[in-house]
């Protein structure tokens, strides 16, 4: 079972990422799929859930209207993409898989959103 994040990086204010999640040792599609951050000093946050098959996506305050989560369970992999980007989303973000009793987290990647 692997998660592993990709596609984060150092950014400007305003900028954009699409951070990638992709997954192999199970059934992808099987699994909601979430993305939390957590930024130095501060607890893990949520920011986005999407369900097995791609419906019902929420957001968090901070990020909605910003990002957009997705699926592609053809080839076991999320997405989130995020615009707009300010220096206080600045965080390690992190792709996490719930279902049938079992929650796997991916490695992290790092979004840097400086000038």
């Known amino acids: 079972v692997q998660l592993v994040e990709s596609g984060g990086g150092l950014v400007q204010p305003g900028g954009s990422l699409k951070l990638s999640c992709a997954s192999s040792?199970?059934?992808?599609?099987?699994?909601?799929m979430k993305w939390y951050r957590q930024a130095p000093g501060k607890e893990r946050e949520w920011v986005a859930t999407i369900g097995p098959t791609g419906g019902s996506p929420t957001y968090s305050d901070s990020m909605k209207g910003r990002s957009t989560i997705s699926r592609d369970n053809a080839n076991n992999t999320g997405y989130l993409q995020m615009n707009s980007l300010k220096a206080d989303d600045t965080a390690t973000y992190y792709c996490?898989?719930?279902?049938?009793?079992?929650?796997?987290w991916g490695q992290g990647t790092q979004v840097t959103v400086s000038s």
């Open positions: 040792g199970f059934t992808f599609s099987s699994y909601t």
């Open positions: 996490n898989l719930v279902g049938a009793g079992s929650n796997f």
